[in-house]
């Protein structure tokens, strides 16, 4: 049974609407991109705590435990509107869990710049003023955000955030759940295991394991 809190959709879905799951900065940043295309209508929002949206006067569509009945009622697309910085596995359970229900799509910000040749996968977020380079691959739920540079034939493996300013050289690989701080730089070739944390401003020139955090010029690993 729908939870008596919930609010009642007395319409239906169509096939290009879309909600946002989020209603904070990250989100807006992702409404921005939703609003200024065609692709999908974007008709609300889904919050645990807030009600109302302030910034864009989205309709609010109840919480999470209300996306069962939202797409009884038609829904089909939704977008992770919250970035879990600091906390990239929970946004990768996020994804498995919600991907299995409902459509998350690949959303493009029309000032970032992709080559041709670079593959993006689903549910991934490109804003503003990202550069992707040739042959460049980036697995499902990433996100690059404002002004970040990956070069050509690096990898970024699934429920990374590439966060704003940071530089990725050629050849890169980018393991999953990977923080990469901003203003970083990644050295050409260089591999990064899964779950690591990289500091702000921080240079990475050697390969690092999984799970550890890296900080300072040159980097190093502090846990």
Do not use: W
Not at 150 to 172: F, L, M, N, Q, W
Not at 191 to 220: F, K
């Amino acid at each position: 049974m729908k939870n008596k809190k919930e609010p009642f959709i007395d319409f239906k879905f169509k096939e290009n609407d879309i909600i946002i799951l989020g209603i904070g900065g990250h989100a807006g940043m992702c409404i921005d991109i939703l609003l200024n295309q065609k692709k999908f209508n974007l008709v609300g929002f889904i919050d645990k705590s807030k009600t109302s949206d302030n910034n864009f006067n989205l309709k609010y569509l109840g919480t999470l435990d209300n996306l069962d009945y939202l797409i009884k009622k038609g829904l089909k697309n939704l977008i992770i509107g919250i970035g879990f910085v600091g906390n990239l596995k929970k946004r990768d359970n996020y994804y498995l869990e919600l991907s299995s229900r409902i459509n998350i799509p690949t959303i493009i910000h029309d000032k970032a710049v992709i080559e041709n040749s670079a593959f993006i996968h689903s549910g991934c977020q490109i804003m503003a003023g990202s550069i992707v380079g040739s042959n460049v691959t980036i697995e499902s739920n990433c996100i690059t955000n404002i002004g970040t540079l990956i070069s050509h034939d690096s990898i970024i493996k699934k429920s990374s955030h590439i966060t704003p300013g940071a530089i990725i050289a050629g050849g890169v690989t980018i393991g999953e759940r990977c923080n990469i701080g901003m203003g970083s730089t990644i050295f050409l070739g260089i591999q990064i295991g899964n779950d690591v944390m990289i500091g702000d401003g921080s240079v990475i020139l050697r390969n690092t394991p999984n799970n550890v955090t890296i900080v300072g010029n040159p980097g190093r690993i502090i846990k």
